[in-house]
């Protein structure tokens, strides 16, 4: 089991900045060498979630939304298993809970099919 704790989200203005920290825990981390696939997802109001951003195991490889490329940037350390998620130039439509998630498979984890799932943090974004 991977138990992930998301931490940073809160209220900023329209082109502020906010960082969000995502820490993994448990057996399945301990017990693999090149880490976990790791990413974020965020759910608005009355919308859909949706992928944000992704980093591989390894930390080589990273993918964005289209919506958030240039402004968003996803960082992982894996010697303290943990997945950072810089935003930039935040607009009031970034306002939403944001749900770090993580894989072994890097091919799930831009899906809702991926393992695990920490319980979100809010970030809100005013004009």
């Known amino acids: 089991q991977v138990q992930l704790v998301e931490s940073g989200g809160g209220l900023v203005q329209t082109g502020e900045s906010l960082r969000l920290s995502c820490a993994a825990s448990?057996?399945?981390?301990?017990?693999?060498?090149?880490?976990?696939?790791m990413g974020w997802f965020r759910q608005a109001p009355g919308k859909e979630r949706e992928f944000v951003a992704a980093?591989?195991?390894?930390?080589?490889?990273?993918d964005y939304a289209d919506s958030v490329k240039g402004r968003f940037t996803i960082t992982k350390d894996n010697t303290k298993n943990t997945v950072d998620l810089q935003m930039n130039s935040l607009k009031p439509e970034n306002t939403a809970v944001y749900y770090c998630?993580?894989?072994?498979?890097?091919?799930?984890?831009?899906?809702?099919?991926?393992?695990?799932w920490g319980q979100g943090t809010q970030v809100t974004v005013s004009s």
């Open positions: 998630n993580a894989d072994l498979d890097w091919q799930v984890i831009e899906t809702s099919r991926a393992a695990y």
């Open positions: 448990g057996r399945t981390v301990t017990r693999t060498l090149r880490g976990l696939a």
């Open positions: 980093i591989s195991n390894g930390g080589e490889s990273t």
